[in-house]
């Protein structure tokens, strides 16, 4: 059998070796949908997603139904892999696939300029430090019909991102702490996984440390301190004995974070051009050489 040397290609996301560490890219995958949509000659926009533009469900006909789906099935695959900076806006224009309307479309195009303007960003990954942590986030998006919050978090190792997620709560939550709870119990479970994968290969120097998750709320913080949750809402106590019995294993460790520097920020709701560059480079999404 030939040696075919290292692979270069995987899935479709170009892997580059650097003096400095490895980075992933899916420029030749942006470049093929913005032009199958015809949208490579479009205008570059700085930002993903305008968060002034309310986005409702349309009750009237689909307008061109199939096509929408179409991109937004694409932009969910580089979302996936290298694109977390689109994470929460391919998330919210999800929803409204069974009836887009002329707005839905015009958030879509935001998307497809901000890709064109980033088509050669790729996330970078330095060889230290080798620390895994994470990030935590919670918004309410009060230019939605919808009541349900939406949560975020994002873990990086080495200057990289590694792992993110933004989603819409399936509970209806009374109040921001309940639902920075529900969201650092997510978290908290990606962490707990993240540290046994780290953990099953040979190379990783052991013990692993506890997991450091950074959150913005302190009243959130300050209950998971507390072994004892005296909420009535039966969910939220669930939420809370998943933190507290992860804290108690040595699996996780939640501080505080200034909301300016929460890298989860991007993943739940739409932010002004300063803020999305900020958090992208510190994401390590950064131009790729060709």
Known sequence: MKDLGEANVILGIKITRTEKGISLNQSHYIEKILRKYNYFDCKPASTPYDPSIKLFKNTGDGVRQSEYASIIGSLRYATDCTRPDIAYVVGLLCKFTSRPSKEHWNAIE?????????????????????????????????????????????????????????????ILAQSTMESEMIALAAASEEASWLRCLLAEIPLWEKPLPAVLIHCDNTVAIAKIENRYYNGKKRQIRRKHSTIRGLISNGAVRVDYVRTDENLADPLTKGLTKEKVLNTSIKMGLMPIAH
């Not at 939406?150 to 989603?167: L, P």
Request: proline fraction near 2%.
């Open 110 to 170: 935001r998307v497809m300029r901000y890709l064109k303007r980033t088509i050669t960003l790729g996330l970078h990954y330095q060889r230290y430090p080798a620390v895994l942590e994470g990030y935590n986030d919670v918004d309410w998006n009060t230019l939605s019909d919808d009541c349900k919050a939406t949560s975020g978090y994002i873990f990086n190792i080495a200057g990289g991102v590694v792992s993110w997620k933004s989603k819409k709560q399936t």
